[in-house]
């Protein structure tokens, strides 16, 4: 299936723990990206790679750390977790930078992450 | 900046109403619009799009028309179904190059009743 996947679907962890979330694409698009939706469903653009390359860094602490080994793929390093950090998590991948040729955003089916 | 607002919810609705969820927006140029369907449990998927003022975007029985006058991109159905009860948001997009990505509006959820 050509789709967008992130793992894991959940996480539970508790406050101080670093974590990672993995998303893969396998559309052969060029640019992915990181948001964050919050419990009122606010959907916040957080990070964007193109082609390997960081092209989108919004205000976003530090503790959160991007990483793109290859164009197919984008991971989410957090450290030192917060309360606060518990939202769901979308990865999405877009033919180009905008999304605003062929079929827009693709997004991933999101990590729901819980610290406690 | 760039914005969307959407009408806030939930939009309760009994089966085979119609629907409206309004969306304006505030944005330079000639941005490109796009509503997106968030079913519980799943990420967004696009449900329609516009790329030009006048143009309309249609998909399975939504229909929403790009009002450059009115900055408007209202969402449309006449007749919804239980299965249509999701998330529905507003995005747009900047035309152009450069470091950008979709602007969301804060999402409208829709429950639809049998």
């Known amino acids: 299936d050509t789709a967008v996947s992130q793992t894991p679907k959940y996480l539970v962890t508790q406050m101080g723990n670093d974590k990672s979330i993995k998303c893969e694409q396998n559309?052969?698009?060029?640019?992915m990206y990181w948001y964050k939706q919050d419990s009122k469903k606010f959907l916040k653009i957080m990070f964007s790679y193109n082609n390997k390359e960081l092209i989108i860094n919004e205000t976003v602490p530090n503790r959160f750390s991007p990483k793109s080994p290859d164009k197919a793929h984008l991971n989410l390093h957090i450290n030192s977790l917060e309360l606060g950090d518990s939202a769901v998590y979308f990865c999405?991948?877009?033919?180009?930078?905008?999304?605003?040729?062929?079929?827009?955003?693709?997004f991933g089916s999101g990590t729901r992450l819980t610290v406690v | 900046g760039n914005s969307v607002t959407q009408m806030e919810g939930p939009v309760t609705l009994s089966e085979e109403a119609f629907l409206t969820i309004n969306c304006t927006y505030t944005?330079?140029?000639?941005?490109?619009l796009f509503w997106y369907v968030q079913y519980p449990g799943e990420g967004l998927q696009l449900l329609l799009k516009?790329?030009?003022?006048?143009d309309k975007g249609s998909n399975k029985g939504f229909e929403a028309t790009y009002r450059k006058e009115t900055t408007s991109f209202h969402l449309e159905k006449g007749s919804v179904q239980v299965s249509d009860s999701a998330v529905y948001f507003c995005a747009l997009s900047r035309p152009g190059t450069g470091r950008r990505a979709l602007t969301f509006g804060s999402g409208t959820r829709l429950q639809v009743q049998p």
């Open positions: 944005a330079t140029g000639y941005p490109s």
């Open positions: 559309l052969g698009h060029d640019t």
């Open positions: 516009a790329t030009k003022a006048d």
């Open positions: 999405a991948s877009s033919q180009d930078q905008q999304g605003a040729r062929g079929h827009g955003y693709t």
